[in-house]
């Protein structure tokens, strides 16, 4: 089955405790994705990879790190968390390269909360 | 740049009656439009695409959009709302190529009154 998981689901933590939610793709996808979804601001691009070891920041990406090391696997990593990177997270993966546009499959969300 | 303006954050049908969620787009190329839907503690689902061709778009459980380019319009309609359509739905516009980012708009949660 064709999917994207994301870990945790659930995730409570401290300010400034280092943390990592993982994504992984089974779908050999060339493009990935994170957004966080906040109550009247939809979804927004936090960062994205179009391969391997090619990654770039979207339209949020303070606070945020990424790595894309293998092609299935896209972590989100927050150096210092802190209270205002409390939201909802997804992860997404669509095929990319020199292909029309095609559809962007999401993970089930990682509810970060950050006290 | 592009962009999507979905109008009105939360939307009321009675069960039974007519959907319409508004999505308006700005796009400086040809655009690819999508509908999502996420569903209470879940992912965004595809519902509909509007790439190149038809701009009658039929999508999953009875939901259409129609592709206007006069009038930079996708708006999503189902004839008849049911229970299980309870839902917030997401616009989204990128453009041709698949390394392109999705721009989504602000969503609409809709809700169906028995």
């Known amino acids: 089955e064709a999917q994207v998981t994301q870990n945790p689901r659930y995730l409570i933590t401290v300010t400034g405790k280092k943390l990592t939610v993982t994504c992984s793709q089974n779908?050999?996808?060339?493009?990935m994705s994170w957004y966080r979804q906040d109550p009247g601001l939809g979804l927004r691009q936090i960062y994205y990879?179009?391969?391997?070891?090619?990654?770039d920041k979207g339209d949020v990406p303070e606070g945020y790190k990424v790595s894309r090391k293998e092609k299935r696997n896209f972590p989100l990593i927050l150096e210092s968390p802190s209270p205002n990177q409390t939201s909802l997270y997804f992860c997404?993966?669509?095929?990319?390269?020199?292909?029309?546009?095609?559809?962007?499959?999401f993970g089930q969300g990682t509810r970060l909360t950050v006290v | 740049a592009q962009s999507v303006t979905q109008l009105g954050s939360h939307v009321s049908v009675s069960e039974g009656a007519l959907v319409l969620l508004r999505c308006n787009y700005s796009?400086?190329?040809?655009?690819?439009l999508f509908w999502y839907v996420q569903y209470p503690n879940q992912g965004l689902q595809l519902l509909l695409k509007?790439?190149?061709?038809?701009?009658l778009v039929k999508g999953i459980n009875g939901f259409e959009a129609e592709f206007k380019k006069s009038e930079t319009s996708f708006h999503l309609t189902k004839p008849s709302a049911h229970m299980s359509d309870a839902a917030e739905y997401f616009c989204a516009v990128t453009g041709y190529f698949g390394n392109e980012k999705l721009t989504f708009g602000t969503g609409t949660r809709l809700t169906i009154i028995p």
């Open positions: 779908m050999n996808h060339e493009y």
């Open positions: 990879s179009m391969n391997v070891e090619v990654t």
């Open positions: 796009s400086s190329v040809p655009p690819y």
């Open positions: 509007y790439t190149t061709g038809a701009t």
């Open positions: 997404a993966s669509s095929e990319g390269g020199d292909e029309v546009h095609t559809e962007a499959f």
